[in-house]
């Protein structure tokens, strides 16, 4: 490894979710790309300016830890190859901002692997050859940060398959993946806000560090355009919304009282459900100690807009 500063390993979880803080990681490179679907590049950049304390663990996250080794375990009996642990973190001496914590290095070989864990419901075809943009982008990081010429993702769909793919050096989309990088990370230096999208992460992030108002009005001055656009998506979403539901009526009748059909590869369902709820207001009529034992208030911010007459 050519160009690379090497760091020891952090000695706690909570050592290494302070380090991710001191710059772009591996994981973090598919998000700033727009890759992720979990999380957003707004939602990165409040997490690495400190609006937003990402302490969360979840099963997912415990489950792709203890099974690390035994991914890469199954990688080398599948590929007859050799693996070890780097015993190191590594940082960019040309892009410092640019880290590295990678699962394994490959022995006798200029190349790392990654070890991954997903459940079988997935939507990636990975007996096609398809990777996600996302683990893809993390190998890139990962050679553009040690200078490796290739690298090895392993992935194990729980109760289903083990795959492994070869992703090869790519100078272009490295310096491109870099420049991306390089952006995002002056933007949280500079403590400059990346663009607001529509994705449910923003809109968490967005929910969670604004979360307690405060009772006042303000001139929300320049915002003309976006208003007028706002009022017009709402306008066609309920006329859509409408359309479709014509549409789902039409099938409706022409199923009648039989519960499915086909249209080529399509099937077209229209079948009895049943589904059990609590009759609140009886609940609360009848047994209100209890109702008041049960009852639970949260908290949210309600958007809307409207127009004052």
Known sequence: ???VIRHKLPSSHSEWLANRLKGIGGSDAGTILGFNEWKSPYTLWCEKTGRLINDRDNEAMRLGRDLEDYVAQRFMETTGKRVKRSGFSYQSEDHPFMLANVDRLVINENAGLECKTTNMLTRT???????????YAQCMHYMAVTGCEKWYIAILV?????????????????QTLIEAENDFWKCVTEDKEPLIDGSDSTADTLAEIYADPIESKMDIFGFDDELKRYLFLKEQIKELEAEKKGYENIF?????????GFIGNYAVNWKLQSRSSVDTKKLQSE???VYGKCIKTTSFRKFEIKEIR
Do not use: C, Q
Request: avoid cysteine; glycine fraction near 4%; hydrophobic fraction near 25%.
């Open 252 to 260: 409706k009748h022409e199923l009648g009282d039989t519960s499915s």
């Open 125 to 135: 075809r990975y007996d096609k050859d398809d990777i996600p943009a996302n683990y």
């Open 287 to 289: 047994y209100p100690e």
């Open 1 to 3: 490894m050519k160009n």
């Open 158 to 174: 729980l109760n289903k398959g083990f795959y492994w793919f070869e992703v090869l050096r790519d100078e272009n989309e490295i």
